[in-house]
């Protein structure tokens, strides 16, 4: 499916859909629990239903009611494999291996896309030191084996994926445990995500120097009621097209006290030059004089599609550094959005683990989106600072986590130039 973009800026309001690593969270507590929760999720994506379909391949009875999902956890792990059919969601698969090890469950996790190529060491090391074996097929995970409480030890710098994904199965476990976290914490809004939702769910955790105790033999309990706050992923892209608008862009739906990391877009936004300004009925950014930064991708990798599209448009030079991460997701993010702002007429030089964007010049083209949900996204960014229309190629991709940014994209308005 091609999406034709005409060029030029939007501005108008966009109410945005429900946080996807919030979403994941919450549905893993609420399927872990006893009693049954209703889960308020404004709008559900790929990555999101596959968390569905493996919580209830492992027993959960989840139901879809008026824009809600009713969990009913299971009474125990189903006889037999478990198949669980992840799609391309890395948090998916992540957060559920150690926990299928501290159900007890047999279970085949079928990938698709690039997630069989994306790593998963050294968890599956620590998880073959409590007690789980693992084999590959091609695209299939298999895991099989009992985990056992003990002492575990995990980079901080690799995924906070793995270090949430232990925290979420550790507690389950007939003992205390403890984790250890090495070396520097990269992404750790993702990890205070992580921390509240099991402190929704009365679970607890004690942080010490080196990471954390975790005492066993605990029952999840999230409320008979939780709401999905808003994604500053996904908001990224419109507040991005806000600061290329002299009228600007509101956004609605986000949490100012949220933990996501993804909130760094506002002060990145501000640095760059824009006008960000927070109400109690949205965030609104309009432009300012846009100009060159720095950017760290470390904390906030998913931003720099969107980020990178702004800075075509800025005065002076971006550089994006620690960002070798982004190679290894849905595609190889330094190489696709380089291409991709490279087709529509900006200067970007690729580096190893980074980028350089030189502002000015963005004429329109055609874009592939190399079955990436965030460059297909940020190629809208752009096309608001195009002086021609702008073909996006294999736009389905942002079903993954964003199904309706297209109608929520048309549904601003054409800012007329002065």
Same mark, same amino acid.
């Given at each position: 499916?091609?999406?034709?973009?005409?060029?030029?800026?939007?501005?108008?309001?966009?109410?945005?859909?429900?946080?996807?690593?919030?979403?994941?969270?919450?549905?893993?507590?609420?399927?872990?629990?006893?009693?049954?929760?209703?889960?308020?999720? /404004?709008?559900?994506?790929?990555?999101?239903?596959?968390?569905?379909?493996?919580?209830?391949?492992?027993?959960?009875?989840?139901?879809?009611?008026?824009?809600?999902l009713r969990v009913e956890p299971a009474g125990g792990v189903p006889d037999g494999l478990c198949i669980l059919p992840c799609g391309e969601?890395?948090?998916?698969?992540?957060?559920?291996?150690?926990?299928?090890?501290?159900?007890?469950?047999?279970?085949v996790f079928l990938r698709e896309g690039r997630l069989p190529e994306r790593p998963l060491e050294p968890l599956l090391r620590e998880l073959?030191?409590?007690?789980?074996?693992?084999?590959?097929?091609?695209?299939?995970?298999?895991?099989?084996?009992?985990?056992?409480?003990?002492?575990?030890?995990?980079?901080?710098?690799?995924?906070?994926?793995? $270090?949430?994904?232990?925290?979420?199965?550790?507690?389950?476990?007939?003992?205390?445990?403890?984790?250890? $976290?090495?070396?520097?914490?990269?992404?750790?809004?993702?990890?205070?995500?992580?921390?509240?939702?099991?402190?929704?769910?009365?679970?607890?955790?004690?942080?010490?120097?080196?990471?954390?105790?975790?005492?066993?033999?605990?029952?999840?309990?999230?409320?008979?009621?939780?709401?999905?706050?808003?994604?500053?992923?996904?908001?990224?892209?419109?507040?991005?097209?806000?600061?290329?608008?002299?009228?600007?862009?509101?956004?609605?739906?986000?949490?100012?006290?949220?933990?996501?990391?993804?909130?760094?877009?506002?002060?990145?936004?501000?640095?760059?030059?824009?006008?960000?300004?927070?109400?109690?009925?949205? $965030?609104?950014?309009?432009?300012?004089?846009?100009?060159?930064?720095? $950017?760290?991708?470390?904390?906030?990798?998913?931003?720099?599609?969107?980020?990178?599209?702004?800075?075509?448009?800025?005065?002076?030079?971006?550089?994006?550094?620690?960002?070798?991460?982004?190679?290894?997701?849905?595609? /190889?993010?330094?190489?696709?959005?380089?291409?991709?702002?490279?087709?529509?007429?900006?200067?970007?030089?690729?580096?190893?683990?980074?980028?350089?964007?030189?502002?000015?010049?963005?004429r329109g083209g055609t874009v592939s989106a190399q079955r990436d949900h965030r460059i297909a996204m940020a190629a809208a960014v752009a096309?608001?600072?195009?002086?021609?229309?702008?073909?996006?190629?294999?736009?389905?991709?942002?079903?993954?986590?964003?199904?309706?940014?297209?109608? /929520?994209?048309?549904?601003?308005?054409?800012?007329?130039?002065?």
């Open positions: 499916m091609n999406f034709v973009i005409s060029p030029g800026a939007r501005t108008g309001a966009v109410r945005i859909p429900a946080s996807k690593s919030q979403a994941h969270r919450l549905l893993l507590c609420a399927a872990l629990g006893k009693e049954a929760v209703t889960v308020y999720c /404004d709008g559900l994506n790929a990555d999101i239903l596959a968390t569905v379909a493996c919580l209830r391949a492992l027993g959960a009875n989840i139901a879809e009611q008026n824009g809600a969601s890395g948090s998916t698969l992540r957060f559920l291996l150690p926990v299928t090890g501290a159900l007890g469950a047999d279970a073959v030191r409590g007690g789980m074996a693992f084999r590959t097929e091609g695209g299939k995970l298999f895991c099989s084996g009992k985990l056992t409480p003990g002492t575990y030890t995990l980079p901080g710098n690799i995924s906070s994926q793995y $270090i949430s994904a232990l925290l979420f199965a550790l507690p389950m476990l007939p003992g205390d445990s403890t984790l250890t $976290i090495t070396g520097v914490r990269e992404s750790e809004g993702y990890i205070a995500m992580t921390e509240n939702a099991l402190a929704q769910s009365g679970v607890r955790l004690y942080k010490t120097d080196f990471g954390y105790d975790i005492p066993g033999r605990q029952t999840y309990a999230l409320s008979g009621t939780a709401a999905v706050e808003g994604d500053y992923s996904s908001a990224a892209f419109f507040l991005c097209m806000g600061a290329l608008s002299r009228s600007g862009i509101t956004v609605t739906g986000l949490r100012a006290d949220s933990a996501q990391g993804d909130r760094a877009v506002l002060d990145i936004l501000r640095t760059m030059g824009a006008s960000v300004e927070e109400t109690v009925s949205g $965030i609104s950014v309009r432009r300012g004089a846009l100009r060159g930064t720095v $950017i760290d991708a470390a904390p906030v990798p998913d931003l720099i599609p969107a980020l990178c599209a702004l800075a075509a448009a800025a005065e002076g030079e971006t550089r994006v550094i620690h960002a070798a991460r982004l190679r290894l997701k849905e595609s /190889d993010r330094l190489t696709t959005t380089a291409a991709m702002l490279s087709s529509l007429g900006a200067h970007v030089e690729e580096l190893p683990d980074g980028l350089v964007v030189r502002g000015g010049g963005l096309a608001c600072a195009c002086t021609g229309t702008v073909t996006v190629e294999g736009w389905e991709c942002t079903n993954k986590s964003y199904p309706r940014f297209r109608e /929520d994209f048309n549904a601003l308005k054409r800012e007329e130039t002065p």
